[in-house]
């Protein structure tokens, strides 16, 4: 069975860090790009990051760039958001996908991991 | 702000035919990017609904379908179920951005 599924989140202080994981079983983990996408309380989805499949591409959006990183290892079958800097506004639901870019779209997505920024 | 329009809600009676739209710019839809349909129901994570514009993934029921022209695409759903009450996103690629856009959602009743 195709699952992703994610683990790390929790409560953190503003200004605080956190390490999101994502585990992959069912499929060819090294063929594909990875995303992550968040969706805040009562809002919409956000793309994050996303990273190619050797990890020699990585994008995000402009509210994370700088605070924010995304990584992979193959060997693990792993995506990983380290989250650096976080604010309140980075309280979210965040889900991995796997990414098949352009004319596919995301198809495989996880349960999701909840991260509360909050002092 | 969402780069990608959508109306808030729509809805319909069972068995009535209801239409989403997703309204982007040159720098999206209009740029030949392809539009995903995603749809979420509550309490879940999103599900890819439709691909490429107008292809259905394995499972959907051909009561959904999708189209694109220009710098707008569309999402049907006919023959309307209670099981469709869900909010649906569009998503596509921005070449201003450099990245993946999500519509703002369009929360569907079933009257």
């Known amino acids: 069975e195709v699952q992703l599924v994610e683990s790390g989140g929790g409560l953190v202080q503003p200004g605080g860090s956190l390490r999101l994981s994502c585990a992959a079983s069912?499929?060819?983990?090294?063929?594909?790009?990875m995303s992550w996408v968040r969706q805040a309380p009562g809002k919409g989805l956000e793309w994050v990051a996303n990273?190619?499949?050797?990890?020699?591409?990585?994008k995000s959006v402009d509210s994370v760039k700088g605070r924010f990183s995304i990584s992979r290892d193959n060997a693990k079958n792993s995506v990983y958001l380290q989250m650096n800097s976080l604010r309140a506004e980075d309280t979210a639901v965040y889900y991995c996908?796997?990414?098949?870019?352009?004319?596919?779209?995301?198809?495989?997505w996880g349960q999701g991991t909840t991260v509360t920024v909050s002092s | 702000q969402s780069v990608l329009t959508q109306p808030p809600s729509v809805s319909g009676a069972p068995g009535q035919r209801v239409t989403i739209s997703c309204t982007g710019s040159s720098s999206n839809i209009g740029a030949g990017y392809d539009v995903h349909w995603y749809q979420q129901l509550p309490g879940t994570a999103p599900k890819l609904l439709i691909y490429g514009n107008s292809n259905r993934p394995s499972g959907v029921p051909d009561r959904f379908s999708g189209s694109k022209s220009g710098t707008s695409a569309s999402l049907a759903i006919s023959g309307l179920q209670a099981e469709d009450e869900a909010d649906y996103y569009c998503q596509s690629y921005d070449s201003s951005l450099s990245g993946c856009v999500f519509g703002s959602g369009t929360k569907v009743t079933v009257l």
């Open positions: 996908t796997r990414d098949r870019i352009a004319r596919y779209g995301m198809d495989v």
């Open positions: 990273i190619k499949q050797d990890g020699s591409e990585k």
């Open positions: 069912g499929f060819t983990f090294s063929s594909y790009w």
